[in-house]
């Protein structure tokens, strides 16, 4: 149903917007799509369009977020015509009321998760261990054919073995190559990521986006386009810090190896964490709208 509260955008202004939008996504979508029409794979950016399994034109969509109705025209675009979208008197608006069981509590796991995310301490010495842990001993080099490791083996294992590994993300942790794993200080699991994700780590800042997409509608398309773009930044960072050379990508190291790089590393990282926590407040703030207002 629709409320009171909703802003009414006139359809000559949300199509401008929807162009817009459209625009802005296109300059990471078209270059994807190319790299995909020509069997081609970028080892860094790729990995937003193919580990979050989001399509590539989910990212082009234009969607107000919830709260706003806007002027129905004929053709509408075929996003808007589907549920959860209703029409009343010539205005379209995402509807709570056509929320199934699944749905909310999919909604609610990911307003939980991130809130809890928000509510805890940053840890800023993990030094991006991770991508280490993933290549140790050798035997899965997970992008080892589009690029190579910057260092022999046996220093990558040395540097695992001898530093504290700290990762608190499960869909990282379960990367680990198995010799790596009981290294990790924590053993996150898929059920206990309400509690173990922290604001600063890489991961869960990269996985706004994520949520962001498991969101949309009701998550506008605006504040999806920002996460992507800072989980793009994220990345490069992230791979930057990695043991892959990625210099004929434009992508300078950061030496976690050495004392100095991983000062570097604490640094950005919490520059970034900064970023992303504005982003995590929008998204916990725009799902708390539609938990609260969904039928009794």
């Avoid at 009171?4 to 996504?25: F, K, L, M, N, V």
């Avoid at 993300?169 to 010799?179: G, I, K, S, T, V």
């Avoid at 990695?242 to 210099?247: A, E, K, V």
């Amino acid at each position: 149903m629709r409320t009171s509260e909703q802003t009414i955008i006139p359809a000559a202004e949300w199509q401008a917007r929807a162009a817009g939008h459209r625009a802005r996504a296109e300059q990471w979508s078209l270059p994807a799509r190319q790299r995909r029409g020509s069997n081609r794979s970028h080892p860094v950016e790729d990995f937003l369009f193919t580990y979050y399994h989001s399509p590539i034109s989910k990212l082009e969509e234009w969607h107000p977020g919830y709260g706003s109705a806007f002027e129905s025209v004929e053709p509408l675009p075929a996003w808007l015509a589907k549920n959860p979208y209703r029409q009343t008197d010539g205005m379209i608006f995402a509807d709570p009321a056509r929320l199934d069981g699944k749905e909310i509590t999919r909604l609610r796991w990911i307003h939980d998760l991130l809130a809890a995310t928000a509510d805890r301490a940053p840890n800023h010495a993990c030094h991006g261990l991770h991508e280490w842990a993933m290549v140790y001993r050798g035997t899965e080099v997970r992008h080892s054919t589009t690029t190579a490791l910057r260092l022999p083996q046996a220093e990558i294992d040395a540097l695992v073995s001898s530093q504290p590994v700290r990762c608190s993300h499960f869909d990282a942790f379960r990367f680990f190559h198995a010799e790596a794993r009981p290294l990790n200080r924590l053993q996150p699991t898929l059920n206990d990521r309400h509690d173990l994700e922290q604001p600063a780590c890489v991961h869960a800042n990269m996985d706004l986006y994520k949520w962001a997409a498991k969101s949309v509608p009701w998550v506008g398309s605006e504040l999806l386009l920002d996460c992507f773009e800072q989980a793009l930044e994220l990345r490069h960072f992230d791979m930057r810090a990695s043991p892959y050379d990625l210099t004929e990508y434009g992508l300078d190291p950061v030496r976690i190896e050495t004392p100095d790089g991983r000062r570097d590393y604490e640094q950005e990282q919490k520059r970034l964490a900064v970023k992303a926590a504005p982003l995590r407040a929008r998204l916990i703030m725009a799902l708390a709208r539609v938990l609260r207002d969904l039928p009794a």
